[in-house]
């Protein structure tokens, strides 16, 4: 079973500090990484998509790859309340299917 | 532009009534979705179609079935409602896997 591994949380962290949000997955062959953002009661929504090793930046967003130890990460710089919400990891595998992680609540205390 | 429309957003059914969730995209995507989503489960596959014309079973296709009516819709439906199918059910459709999908507003169903 392909897997993708997260934190339930909930994580909390003080206004205008940087949350570290951690997913692992389980399929060396997987292609594409990806993290939404899931407000309470609404739908998943795309905020970072990442391909390549390395770091990618958008605005206070930074995705994190490391396909050697099967590791994604998204940093969230001068956290806001405004980012208080669930975090899904998203992985496609070899199988070309996108998988999901059950995701990591994320609590912004102003 | 609407993105992804689900219909209906809420709805409550009886143990054996039967169903049908609709959804529409107007991105002129080729893959279509779609997922449930329960308290500890995560999203879960039910069905999707990479193309018009074509159906595949997903990660809990079991008590559902879907009709890919043409590039636009993709729907699903419940024939003998079941407790377990209290759920969230959200659509999702996509160009290309590698740039994600996006996901209707979901419709919460409640089987009593």
């Known amino acids: 079973q392909k897997e993708v591994e997260q934190n339930s949380g909930p994580l909390s962290v003080p206004e205008g500090a940087i949350a570290s949000l951690n997913c692992t997955y389980s399929?060396?062959?997987?292609?594409?990484f990806f993290w939404y953002r899931q407000y309470s009661g609404k739908s998943p929504e795309l905020i970072m998509f990442?391909?390549?090793?390395g770091d990618k930046e958008d605005g206070r967003f930074t995705a994190q790859l490391n396909k050697a130890s099967q590791y994604v990460s998204l940093l969230i710089r001068d956290s806001q309340p405004s980012d208080s919400a669930t975090y899904l990891c998203?992985?496609?595998?070899?199988?070309?299917?996108?998988?999901f992680g059950k995701g990591t609540r994320l609590h912004i205390l102003p | 532009n609407a993105g992804v429309t689900q219909t209906p957003k809420f709805q409550v059914l009886k143990t054996g009534q039967s169903m049908t969730l609709q959804c529409a995209q107007d991105?002129?995507?080729?893959?279509m979705y779609w997922y449930r989503q329960d308290p500890g489960m995560g999203l879960r596959l039910i069905y999707y179609?990479?193309?018009?014309?074509?159906?595949d079973k997903g990660e809990v296709p079991n008590g559902y079935n879907v009709s890919r009516l043409n590039k636009r819709e993709f729907s699903l439906r419940l024939e003998s409602a079941a407790p377990s199918q209290t759920s969230v059910y959200f659509c999702?459709?996509?160009?290309?896997?590698?740039?994600?999908?996006?996901f209707g507003s979901g419709t919460r169903l409640t089987v009593v």
């Open positions: 999702a459709s996509s160009d290309m896997r590698v740039d994600g999908y996006t």
């Open positions: 399929d060396r062959g997987s292609q594409s």
């Open positions: 990442i391909y390549s090793n």
């Open positions: 998203a992985v496609t595998n070899r199988d070309d299917k996108i998988i």
């Open positions: 991105m002129n995507h080729n893959s």
């Open positions: 179609s990479a193309s018009e014309g074509t159906t």
